[in-house]
């Protein structure tokens, strides 16, 4: 067992109302498994994988990480936890303006004190494996969508994660670059990493193993 | 890791030119003032201490009291030294010291000197000043023996050796006995030459406690206790036997005070051979050059936060890639040790650029070498360090603190408490602006008051010359040369100039209410001495040439009377009217009618009420000329001057300069802080108002939206450019609230040193802050001009 969400509750305030953001979640995720999250704006997909990537709490329940109740963790310990297992891709890539490509690659060996001989042989086979050698001396705002989500992935995956978190993945993206990332994706579960996606895509979702839905905060089971 | 830090920076140095370019130029200006203020304070600090006996040598100065007054000099008699050789164990040795002026001739060489050094054999073995050639105990061991600096070597010898060489000094030859290293700025003793005291004349071979003129240095054993030994000199001088002999009556006194060496710059409130600095100025130039720097940090960090939504998204993803809090933090700091470091070197070169104009605000003399030494690069070094801290903790605790998330979903929150701290810093820096620009301007009024009072007489065109050497025997002849010269008015001579008397005297009175004794100031002058200087007689008449006559020295001096001029001041004393005076019999140097009454006028330094003057007739103290001239043609007149001069001298260097060049040179003080407040308050406005037009820039752009969508509902420019400059207008007017009544205050502290000044006027105020909020509006009037007059179509689109 990866991880395990047990009645997962999250809510902000609004006034004297409360408005749940999850409400009663209840989830369990294998190692290898690739699962897909969908449901319409708003229904609290990417809130669900921020819980799971620790990045935001939750108000009740309980999160198992790797045997680890994550729920009574202090945040220096979660961070630890998924700084050393979780990688994270966003719609909207989150690299860093201000580094190149081979730099965004490494930023994450940086915080974890790698040595300078490892990262850059690290970086190297990374570059080669997505075939992004010629680039990594441009910035980002010089590559294509597809490409700056390519060197995101990269990014995600340079400290060896056990899980990836995709919040749309392939939201700013053609349906070809969509169809290479997913591809991308497919062939990393292969390979053994676990993989959780949110997406608006029937087309993306089935390339997982397993698709949940969400609305208004909860899992719908109609369909 | 650290690599990556800093090529961060200088990636977002580049990215952000004008917000980099406000933060490297304006700390640079900070640095660039600590330093070169370091510089002057470490010299102000170091005076006198690179004598090796500095803390056993001691000034001797005077304090005594006469006719009820009691008086401070720093001059002491001749006697003092020697007798306290003799009775106190403590003094190990003692020199007595005077600078004199003298034409000095080598050869065909002849300059006039200023700075002639008369002193007891003992000085080179009391003061460190090292000889190059020369024993110190020989050097001085006889009359006609000279010692000459390396620079005067140079100057008369060239690359003679001048050993044993015969120069003409006062009139007498001496015989070069010693070169010495030229006088260090830091030393309160700065000479030429030097030769034996006992060369200033007969005078000062009788020991005498009165006719103070000398500056008296002793030098303390080991280990003396200098305000026991004090307490010992002035037992020693309440004694009976000495106050007979010091003719103490009553309740008069001698006194004599020991000021330590390495006190006497900064904290002795009685100037000697050149004026004191001062304590209080050093406070004040640290104090200004830490509130430039820091204005300028406080626009890093204004800038920095401002930044902050901007930088947020990164922040954000760097803390996802497991990026720690002290690791962000640490990135920030790297940050703002980059731009102060580019700053640090730009704040080395630009000192090293404005040296001049440093030492002409200062008064001082650097070298451009002098910033490149150890000291001044180790305190620059040091004020790097704190200033990357300074400027860069706020924005670097800020940014490292935030959630990872709450950056990733809604972008960096710029306004709450970020937008306090920023407003108070903004309220801060133009305060510190507010306050310095009207200060200055209160300075400057008063400046400008002093240059324009009516001091009751006209200081304007009146050209001064020395009178030397043999010259008095030619007196009348000379003058009568230089009355006929075209251009010339009238022609007087006297001890010293009006502006400054110093000339302290005693004056005794007998009339049907008894017997007077007033202590005064007095000035021997001669004929036309009222009129030349335009001075205006409240009753009586100036002196003539029959008054001569009465000072009759012949049957033994036993007719000789001596003329007298009084001022109001001393008549009000007495108890007489003016007219009253005339005629009445007064005596200062012997018995002598009252000839005129002169009007009030300021013969001592504004920051002093005018006291009682005497005036009385003679030609023999007679030590400058003062002849005024017509206005037009000045050149003309001098050269004219010159050749007669030339003429009747015997090629005494023609040494002229105007009387409102010495009245002015007493305010030097004044004017040099006039000079430091304006160039401060300059330097704070423009910092200040760089930073806020980043900010200005930065709102802006943050606002582009807003803006865009105003103007789609109808705003006009005029709202624009409100909405936007309304709050800063508000924040400076704040400060103008703030800072207007400190200003009022520190400037009647500052007013509080002159008998005669101006009442700070309203205007300065409004002035004051009507330039204020000026520039302001102009500052963010650029900014929502530009975004007021954008495309409000294009500004939406870019969501």
């Not at chain 1, 700056?148 to 392939?170: C, F, H, M, N, Y």
């Not at chain 2, 100037?271 to 300028?296: D, M, Q, W």
């Amino acid at each position: 067992m990866l991880l395990e969400l047990k009645n997962i509750y999250k809510w902000v305030n609004s006034g004297s109302r409360r408005i749940f953001l999850l409400k009663d979640i209840n989830l369990e995720v294998k190692e290898g498994e690739f699962m897909s999250i969908m449901g319409p704006s708003g229904s609290g997909k990417s809130t669900l994988l921020n819980v799971i990537g620790m990045l935001d709490h939750f108000n009740e329940g309980t999160y198992n990480f790797l045997n680890e109740p994550v729920h009574e963790l202090k945040e220096k310990h979660r961070a630890n936890l998924y700084k050393e297992y979780i990688g994270f891709v966003f719609q909207a890539y989150h690299l860093i303006d201000e580094l190149t490509v081979y730099e965004n690659i490494e930023t994450p060996l940086l915080y974890k004190n790698v040595k300078s001989s490892e990262r850059k042989a690290l970086v190297a086979d990374m570059l080669d494996r997505f075939n992004i050698v010629g680039k990594k001396d441009l910035f980002p705002q010089q590559l294509s969508g597809g490409q700056q989500q390519l060197v995101g992935i990269a990014r995600a995956l340079i400290s060896k994660p056990k899980l990836i978190l995709a919040d749309e993945p392939t939201g700013n993206l053609n349906s070809k670059q969509s169809e290479e990332i997913m591809e991308l994706f497919k062939d990393l579960n292969n390979e053994g990493v676990t993989i959780i996606q949110a997406t608006h895509s029937e087309m993306n979702a089935s390339y997982g193993s397993r698709t949940i839905h969400l609305l208004d905060g909860m899992r719908n089971r109609t369909n | 890791m650290i690599k990556n830090y800093f090529k961060i920076a200088f990636r977002n140095i580049r990215k952000n030119k004008l917000y980099a370019f406000i933060n490297i130029f304006g700390l640079a200006i900070g640095l660039a003032s600590c330093l070169l203020i370091g510089l002057y304070i470490n010299n102000e600090l170091s005076y006198d201490k690179f004598n090796s006996n500095a803390s056993r040598i001691v000034r001797i100065t005077m304090e005594y009291k006469m006719s009820d007054e009691v008086n401070n000099i720093a001059t002491t008699g001749t006697k003092v030294g020697p007798e306290f050789n003799r009775t106190f164990p403590e003094v190990e040795d003692y020199v007595r010291t005077y600078i004199s002026s003298s034409n000095v001739k080598y050869g065909n060489k002849l300059f006039n000197e200023d700075r002639i050094l008369f002193a007891d054999p003992s000085f080179f073995k009391i003061f460190t000043f090292n000889l190059i050639e020369g024993n110190f105990a020989t050097v001085l061991d006889a009359p006609n023996k000279i010692v000459l600096t390396q620079s005067m070597a140079k100057k008369y010898f060239g690359n003679e050796s001048p050993i044993n060489k015969t120069i003409t000094v006062i009139g007498k030859e001496m015989t070069v006995s010693g070169v010495c290293e030229d006088t260090p700025k830091n030393a309160q003793l700065k000479f030429d030459f030097v030769t034996q005291f006992l060369n200033l004349g007969n005078g000062v071979k009788v020991e005498e406690w009165y006719t103070a003129n000398w500056i008296t240095y002793l030098l303390l054993n080991e280990g003396a206790n200098v305000s026991n030994l004090e307490k010992k000199i002035n037992k020693y001088m309440n004694s009976d036997a000495i106050r007979k002999q010091t003719r103490a009556e009553g309740t008069n006194y001698l006194n004599y005070h020991l000021e330590p060496l390495l006190d006497v710059h900064l904290k002795s409130d009685l100037a000697g051979f050149e004026p004191n600095g001062s304590i209080t100025y050093v406070y004040i130039f640290i104090i200004i050059a830490l509130l430039i720097l820091l204005i300028a940090s406080a626009n890093y960090t204004n800038l920095a936060t401002a930044q902050s939504t901007q930088r947020s998204g990164e922040i954000g993803m760097r803390k996802v890639m497991g990026a720690s809090k002290s690791q962000v933090f640490i990135q920030f700091i790297s940050e703002s040790t980059v731009v102060t470091c580019i700053a640090t070197v730009l704040a080395l070169l630009l000192s090293v650029g404005v040296i001049p104009y440093f030492n002409q605000m200062t008064g001082q003399t650097f070298e451009r070498f002098e910033l490149i030494q150890p000291m001044p690069l180790l305190l620059l070094g040091i004020f790097c360090v704190l200033v990357s801290f300074l400027a860069g903790l706020y924005p670097a605790l800020v940014l490292s603190g935030a959630q990872v998330i709450g950056i990733l979903k809604k972008g960096f929150s710029s306004t709450g408490k970020h937008s306090l701290l920023r407003k108070s810093l903004i309220v801060g820096q133009f305060a510190i602006s507010v306050f310095l620009i009207i200060y200055t301007l209160i300075i400057l009024q008063q400046m400008d008051f002093i240059k324009n009072k009516n001091l009751g007489y006209d200081k304007d065109h009146v050209v001064v010359l020395p009178i030397g050497g043999d010259m008095l025997n030619n007196f009348q002849l000379i003058k009568d040369a230089m009355q006929n010269v075209n251009g010339v008015t009238s022609v007087t001579a006297a001890y010293e100039t009006p502006e400054f008397v110093q000339w302290g005297d005693g004056l005794t009175v007998t009339d049907e209410k008894g017997k007077h004794d007033i202590s005064l100031k007095a000035m021997p002058v001669e004929l036309d001495f009222t009129k030349t200087l335009g001075m205006t007689m409240a009753a009586g008449r100036d002196f003539v040439q029959s008054d001569f006559s009465l000072m009759d020295t012949l049957n033994n001096w036993s007719n000789y009377k001596q003329p007298y001029i009084i001022n109001e001041t001393l008549a009000r004393q007495i108890g007489w009217t003016p007219e009253e005076s005339i005629g009445r019999l007064i005596e200062n140097r012997a018995l002598g009618p009252v000839v005129g009454v002169v009007k009030d006028f300021n013969f001592s330094s504004l920051h002093e009420p005018i006291g009682p003057l005497l005036m009385f007739l003679s030609r023999n103290f007679s030590r400058t000329y003062m002849v005024r001239i017509n206005s037009n043609d000045i050149q003309g007149t001098l050269s004219r001057l010159e050749t007669v001069w030339n003429d009747r001298t015997a090629g005494r260097p023609f040494n002229y300069h105007f009387l409102d060049e010495d009245y002015n040179a007493l305010y030097k003080a004044e004017q040099r802080s006039s000079l430091l407040f304006s160039v401060a308050a300059m330097l704070a406005i423009i910092l200040a108002c760089l930073g806020l037009f980043g900010l200005a820039a930065f709102t802006t752009v943050q606002r582009t939206k807003e803006i865009g969508i105003r103007k789609t509902l109808g705003a006009t420019l005029t709202h624009i450019v409100l909405l936007i400059s309304k709050n800063f207008l508000m924040l400076v007017s704040i400060s103008i609230v703030i800072a207007a009544p400190i200003a009022l205050f520190a400037a009647q502290n500052w007013l509080q040193n002159f008998t005669y000044k101006i009442e700070p006027r309203m205007w300065v105020f409004i002035t004051a802050a009507a330039v204020t909020l000026l520039i302001t509006l102009v500052t963010v009037g650029f900014h929502s001009l530009k975004a007021g007059m954008s495309n409000p179509v294009k500004s939406l689109r870019t969501e």
